[in-house]
């Protein structure tokens, strides 16, 4: 394996958000796989404007930091509520519970962590609803 990977994420890495059920509303693409990555995960993220994530989630091993890059949004974590706008960055623990909110242009942003493995993730439906 080369010592270096480059690849583009709207043209070489594929959209998830179908499998998610959340397409056309929201876009993820997750890079490490395309990426090679043995040790780091990194992830796009699109929301349309006002779309929020009802679902929350957490992790068993993976801390994550998310950049916003362009918009602006919500996030929740656990039960506290903050605005982020472009560039903001938020580190979140493995255990804590987040989820995003768009705002009115929408939210794109990258998400990086370590990889995790299966399981490493646990989601509940239903957990940002006020």
Same mark, same amino acid.
């Given at each position: 394996?080369?010592?270096?990977? =480059? ?14 059920? !959340? ?5 993820? &693409?997750?890079? &490490? $796989? ?8 990194? !992830? ?9 994530? !009802? ?9 994550? $930091?998310? $950049? $916003? =890059? ?9 039960? #506290? ?5 472009? /560039? ?6 493995? #255990? !804590? ?12 942003? =990258? ?10 993730? #646990?989601? =509940?439906?239903? /957990? /940002?609803?006020?």
């Amino acid at each position: 394996m080369a010592g270096y990977t =480059i690849k583009n994420f709207k043209a070489d890495v594929e959209d998830q958000a179908p499998r998610f059920g !959340t397409s056309p509303d929201t876009e993820a &693409r997750f890079g &490490r $796989v395309a990426l090679e990555c043995e040790k780091v995960g990194v !992830t796009y993220l699109r929301y349309a404007p006002n779309y929020r994530s !009802t679902s929350g989630h957490r992790h068993k091993t993976q801390e994550e $930091v998310y $950049v $916003v =890059i362009n918009g602006s949004a919500q996030v929740k974590v656990d039960d #506290e509520v903050h605005d982020l706008k472009q /560039w903001d960055a938020i580190r979140v623990s493995k #255990e !804590t519970m987040r989820a995003f909110a768009a705002g009115p242009d929408g939210v794109e942003m =990258i998400a990086i962590g370590a990889p995790g493995g299966p399981g490493d993730a #646990e989601t =509940i439906q239903d /957990w /940002w609803t006020d």
